[in-house]
């Protein structure tokens, strides 16, 4: 049976909403999932990132979630454009349009950068927008490295909207590697302490250089423990003076994102705080562009209370 995924769509097409009569020329194709194809398309000269969903159903989850979310904070109004039905080799295809994020995996930008010192960074500006994403009573869930584009200077994004949950439900869409449940530390419930579990194994993933996060993959479940986990986190010289953070994260007893976003800009800041493996941020500009990152962010959050 052909499906519509087989259908090719090639550079220069032009995809036009049936309903809302957005025309969008496609450039090329960005990336493929589970649930659907991004293409880099324009509308005049402006880029965006164009989604058609595989399955209508899943595909009609995640803009709700994304309407949802824009109509409660501007910074995800500016991130969703519209979602409309097109007609392509005569069927009907679901897609929405978003901002277009002209960024890199956390793995690759750090390689890019040539230094670890970066993820401090990208973690504070992650757990910013996490924080702010709870604000507004939902979790992201489905954290994985493939979800997160980083871009400049370690500006970060949250792509792929699928697992998102509001607060209080069950998780409905996670990877196994990143979810609590299978490592034994907790419920598959949709709480802020859910999101900064998988963001704890995040970081671990994203600073791995032993390639030890890998291994556990292949470790039944029932034998996953938080401590394997810990034992990562202090063993990694970048992750290793914000033990204390980590194991808050992984032992789930920060009460709430905002708590341990403070806990992570001081143990950043904090000359003193040395973990038992640690040589400290190399870089002292990078201390600079931590604070302007922090100053940045208290910003973005100002002009969109006052807004
Ligand atoms: N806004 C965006 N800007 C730039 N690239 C994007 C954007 N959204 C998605 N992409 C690219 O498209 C790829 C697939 O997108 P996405 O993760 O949303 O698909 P999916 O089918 O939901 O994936 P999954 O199987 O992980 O659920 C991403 O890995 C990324 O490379």
């Not at 930008?109 to 960074?121: A, E, N, Q």
Request: hydrophobic share 45%; net charge positive; aromatic share 12%.
């Amino acid at each position: 049976m052909t499906t519509w995924s087989d259908i090719t769509v090639a550079p220069g097409t032009l995809v036009k909403g049936v309903w809302r009569g957005g025309v969008y020329r496609i450039e090329r194709l960005l990336g493929e999932g589970a649930n659907g194809r991004v293409y880099l398309v324009r509308k005049g000269n402006t880029p965006y990132a164009l989604k058609m969903g595989f399955d209508p159903l899943d595909h009609q989850m995640e803009v709700n979630a994304l309407l949802s979310l824009s109509r409660q904070s501007a910074s995800w109004r500016r991130f969703f454009r519209e979602s409309d039905d097109a007609e392509l080799d005569g069927r009907r295809i679901p897609f929405f349009v978003m901002k277009y994020i002209d960024g890199v995996n956390i793995r690759e930008f750090l390689k890019r950068k040539g230094s670890m010192d970066w993820i401090y960074v990208i973690g504070h500006n992650l757990l910013s927008r996490l924080a702010e994403l709870h604000k507004h009573g939902w979790i992201y869930a489905d954290m994985k490295l493939e979800n997160i584009l980083v871009y400049g200077y370690a500006g970060v994004e949250l792509i792929d909207y699928c697992g998102l949950t509001a607060k209080g439900r069950a998780v409905k869409q996670f990877t196994e590697l990143y979810d609590r449940g299978t490592w034994n530390a907790g419920d598959r419930v949709a709480e802020d302490s859910y999101d900064l579990f998988a963001f704890a194994v995040l970081m671990l993933a994203a600073t791995d250089q032993t390639r030890k996060l890998h291994s556990f993959q292949h470790m039944l479940p029932q034998n996953r423990t938080v401590d394997m986990l810990l034992e990562m986190a202090r063993e990694n010289p970048h992750t290793a003076r914000l033990y204390g953070w980590f194991k808050q994260a992984l032992e789930g007893t920060f009460v709430s994102s905002q708590q341990a976003l403070a806990l992570w800009r001081k143990l950043v800041l904090d000359r003193n705080m040395r973990g038992p493996r640690d040589t400290g941020i190399a870089a002292p500009w990078l201390k600079v562009c931590f604070a302007a990152s922090i100053m940045l962010c208290v910003g973005t959050v100002c002009y969109f209370w006052l807004a």
